[in-house]
Each structure stands twice: as structure tokens, then as C-alpha cells.
């Protein structure tokens, strides 16, 4: 037999309290979105895609698993997926701030390290300027642990 009572007064907190507790941690859920999903075309656009028996092997990149677990970790800490540029940001800095002006390296260490190079296209943002030099970084992944070892920039 329990020696305390759960419905005596006193054991549980009033259900008002419980309700403003509820409410007022309820908006923090907004401080961590989520990454957009992926758009998907429309079905009519979707269905004239012809995909091929056997996927073309010029210009293929083959990735493992790791390297690509690797490869998300460093750009996602290098630009990450909700920043946008400033306020009045030149054309120049606008291409800096879309993934796709990036180039990647990836290679294996020891001990299960996995060393990502992330930098400029080369063209990509030079808008008639001077090449971008010190856009990048170096990031050493702990590929098990999914972890970000330590980054040069």
C-alpha cells in the first residue's frame, strides 16, 4: 500500500499553472526550425522525366555514406541553411551566400577523420572583380561521432 495519495491536495500542481507552464514554453518550439523540405516539381513536370536503365558514368561522383554525412556537417556549419544576406548586399556578396557557388574536397584521415574543403567556385562570384580568396575552410569530421573536430578558415 502507497503511503502517499496522488489525489490529495497539495501532490499535483494546479492545472492552471500547468496550462500557463504549457503555453509559455510552447512559442519556444519556434526558436528551432526546421530545414525546409525539398520542392518538388508538379506531377505533369514530374512525369516526362525519363530515367535512364543505367545511370551515365562521365562526369558521376560516387560519395560514401561517411563522406557525405561529412560533407552536410562542414557546409552546414560553414552556411548554414537559413542565412541570407544582409540588407543591401552586393551581387558579389549574394553569390557567396548560396551553396551552389561552393566547391567541396573531401578527403579520408585516420581514425576515422574526414577532412571537407569548402570554397569558392572558381568564376563563380568574381563579377568582374578579383578572384574570392578567403571565403573557406577546412573542417576536420569526426565521421562516427558526426561531429566538427576543428575547422581552419
Known amino acids: 500500500m502507497s503511503t502517499t495519495d496522488p489525489h490529495r491536495p497539495g501532490n499535483t500542481p494546479p492545472p ?3 496550462g500557463l507552464l504549457l503555453c509559455a514554453l510552447l512559442p519556444a518550439c519556434a526558436l528551432f ?8 516539381a508538379p506531377p505533369a513536370e514530374a512525369a516526362a522525366v525519363t530515367f535512364p536503365m543505367d545511370l551515365p558514368t562521365k562526369g558521376s561522383v560516387s560519395l560514401s555514406g561517411p563522406t557525405l554525412a561529412a560533407i552536410q556537417l562542414a ?9 541570407h544576406p544582409h540588407e543591401g548586399a ?6 557567396l551566400y548560396q551553396r551552389e557557388s561552393y566547391d567541396v574536397i573531401a578527403s579520408p584521415g585516420a581514425e576515422g577523420i574526414i577532412y571537407v574543403e569548402l570554397f569558392p567556385r572558381t568564376g563563380a562570384c568574381e563579377m568582374g572583380g578579383p578572384p574570392v580568396m578567403d571565403f573557406s575552410a577546412i573542417y576536420a569530421i569526426d565521421a562516427k561521432g558526426k561531429r566538427i573536430l576543428a575547422v581552419r578558415r
Not at 552586393?90 to 553569390?95: A, D, S
Open 33 to 40: 526550425p526546421r530545414p525546409p523540405r525539398p520542392i518538388h
Open 90 to 95: 552586393t551581387p558579389r556578396e549574394v553569390c
Open 16 to 18: 492552471l499553472l500547468v
Open 75 to 83: 557546409m552546414e556549419d560553414f552556411l548554414p541553411w537559413d542565412t
